[in-house]
C-alpha cells in the first residue's frame, strides 16, 4: 500500500535519472479508480505523463522513474478532465460524505495498491494516522513515518463508501446521487448540516427533487433557509412543490420577501396558491400550523370504501396518515376517524361509526397555546381547522406541533 502524502513532491526522473521535476498530482479514472497519469511540476509549468510510462514510484527510493524515451506534456490548470479524477485537486483535504458511516469527514491522506502493474486508489484516511502522515511527509523518512503514525488512531474509508461534495465527474455524480438516495432522509439531513454552505447547495443540487424535498423537510430551520436562499429559483420551486404547502410555507417565510415571491411565481400555479394561502397566517396561529394537503373522507362512506381509497394514497400523503376527516358534500367537519378505529369498523358500515366521540377544531386564528391545549386534553394524533361555517380547511398534525416546540426552546 502506498500514501499519496508519500509520493507529493517526490524527485521524477527520467530513465537516467536525470530530474525533470516532482510529483504533483495523480490523475485518476473515475471508473475502475486507476491512476491513468503522473502529473508533475517543473518550475511554474504542469507536465502529465500516462502511467503506462511510470518505470517506479518508490518513496523509500525517495523517486518516480519514468521510461526510456517517455516524454511529458503540458497540462492544463485543471489537471484532468471530463472523467478524470485529480487526487490533489479534488480528493485529498476535501470534505467528504462517508455513505456508509452517514457523515461528514475530512480527507488526510489517500491509500493507494499496486496490482498488476497498475496502481489504484482504494482507501482515503480520515483518521490521526493519516495526519500525522501528511505533517511529517517529506521531513522525515517514510520508514519512520510509517512508525509514528502506527501509533495513532487509525481510520479509513473504501473508496466505494466516499461521497464528494462537489465531483467534476458525471460518473462520479452519479455514485454519489445513488448513495446518498439509498440513506434515510434524517441521515442525509444531518450530512447537509455538516456542510459548509456551498457544499449543501451542491448536494442538494445533485440530489433528485423528491430526494431532497424529503431530506430538507428534516434539517433545521436555518438550514432550510440557507439552502433555498443559495440555489437558483426554479430548483428552489422544484423542492417546495415536493414537500407538504406548510412546510414549503414555513421555509418561504424565513426567506426575504423578494426571494421568497420569486420562488412562489416559479412554482406550480396550484402548489403556489396552497402556499399562498398558508403564508397569509400568522406563523404561530392554527392557520400558519395547518396542512391543506390531506386525505378526506365523505360522510355516506363505507368504512370499506374508506380503506380501499387509503390503499390508492401517493406515500407523502400516507405517511402522516393517523386519523382521516370526514365531511359532507359542503366540505362540512362531521368527526374524525382514527385508522385504528376504521380497521375494527365492518367493511359495509358507514365510516361515521369509526369516528371519534369527540371531534374537537379550532379556526384559523386559534393561537399556538389553544391548539397545544386539545392535543394535551384529548391526546389527539390530528386537530382540525374550520372556517366560521364549519368547513375543513386543512389539518394539523402531532408531528407539526412537537416540531414547533422544539423549535421554541
Same mark, same amino acid.
Not at 499519496?4 to 479514472?29: I, M, Q
Not at 400550523?289 to 401517493?314: H, K, N, P, Q, Y
Given at each position: 500500500? &502506498? ?21 504533483? $498530482? ?14 508533475? /511540476? ?25 521510461? #526510456? ?5 503540458? @497540462?492544463?490548470?485543471?489537471?484532468? #478532465? ?19 458511516? /452517514?457523515?461528514?469527514? =475530512? ?36 520508514? @519512520?513515518? =510509517?512508525?509514528?503514525?502506527?501509533? *495513532?488512531?487509525?481510520? $479509513? ?7 464528494? @461534495? ?15 438516495? =439509498? ?19 451542491? &448536494? ?13 423537510? #428534516? ?11 443559495? &440555489? ?48 397569509? *397566517? ?12 390531506? *386525505? ?17 394514497? $401517493? ?10 376527516? @370526514? ?53 389527539? =394524533? ?13 389539518? &394539523? ?13
Amino acid at each position: 500500500m &502506498i500514501h499519496f502524502s508519500e509520493v507529493l513532491a517526490l524527485p521524477v526522473t527520467d530513465s537516467e535519472l536525470k530530474r525533470l521535476g516532482k510529483v504533483d $498530482d495523480l490523475v485518476v479514472d473515475s471508473g475502475e479508480a486507476a491512476v491513468q497519469s503522473l502529473v508533475l /511540476r517543473r518550475g511554474k509549468e504542469r507536465l502529465a505523463v500516462p502511467w503506462s510510462q511510470v518505470t517506479a514510484l518508490s518513496p523509500d527510493h525517495g523517486r518516480a522513474e519514468l521510461a #526510456e524515451g517517455s516524454t511529458p506534456v503540458p @497540462v492544463g490548470a485543471g489537471g484532468g #478532465e471530463g472523467e478524470l479524477l485529480a487526487l490533489k485537486r479534488d480528493v485529498l483535504d476535501k470534505q467528504i460524505i462517508d455513505t456508509h458511516g /452517514r457523515k461528514v469527514v =475530512r480527507v488526510n491522506d489517500i491509500a493507494l495498491e499496486e496490482q498488476e502493474g497498475r496502481l489504484y486508489l482504494r482507501r482515503v484516511d480520515v483518521g490521526l494516522a493519516g495526519a500525522v502522515r501528511r505533517l511529517l511527509a517529506g521531513v522525515v523518512r517514510p520508514q @519512520v513515518v =510509517r512508525r509514528l503514525a502506527a501509533g *495513532f488512531p487509525h481510520r $479509513d474509508i473504501r473508496w466505494d463508501y466516499v461521497g464528494l @461534495v462537489d465531483p467534476r465527474s458525471a460518473t462520479i455524480r452519479l455514485k454519489v446521487h445513488q448513495q446518498l438516495a =439509498r440513506l434515510h432522509p434524517a441521515d442525509l439531513a444531518d450530512i447537509i448540516e455538516d456542510l459548509g454552505r456551498v457544499e449543501r447547495s451542491a &448536494i442538494v443540487s445533485s440530489l433528485d427533487p423528491e430526494t431532497a424535498a424529503q431530506a430538507l423537510s #428534516e434539517t433545521e430551520p436555518e438550514v432550510q433557509a440557507a439552502v433555498v436562499e443559495q &440555489i437558483t429559483t426554479d430548483r428552489a420551486a422544484d423542492l417546495l412543490e415536493e414537500m407538504p404547502p406548510d412546510e414549503a410555507a414555513d421555509i418561504l417565510g424565513d426567506l426575504s420577501e423578494e426571494r421568497s415571491q420569486a420562488v412562489l411565481d416559479a412554482m406550480e400555479e396550484e402548489d403556489a396558491d396552497d402556499v399562498r394561502e398558508l403564508l397569509s *397566517f400568522e406563523e404561530n396561529s392554527a392557520g400558519g400550523l395547518m396542512t391543506t394537503e390531506f *386525505f378526506r373522507a365523505g360522510e355516506s362512506w363505507s368504512a370499506g370504501d374508506v380503506l380501499e381509497a387509503i390503499r390508492g394514497l $401517493d406515500d407523502p400523503v400516507i405517511s402522516e396518515l393517523d386519523e382521516v376527516p @370526514v365531511v359532507t358534500e359542503k366540505g362540512k367537519l362531521v368527526g374524525v376517524a382514527p385508522l385504528a378505529a376504521l380497521v375494527r369498523t365492518p367493511a359495509e358500515a358507514p365510516v361515521t361509526a369509526a369516528c371519534r366521540t369527540e371531534t374537537p377544531s379550532v379556526g384559523p386564528g386559534a393561537p399556538f397555546a389553544e391548539v397545544v391545549s386539545w392535543f394535551e386534553k384529548y391526546h389527539l =394524533r390530528t386537530l382540525a381547522v374550520v372556517d366560521e361555517h364549519e368547513t375543513l380547511m386543512g389539518i &394539523i398534525n402531532v408531528e407539526d406541533v412537537f416540531t414547533r416546540l422544539s423549535r421554541r426552546r
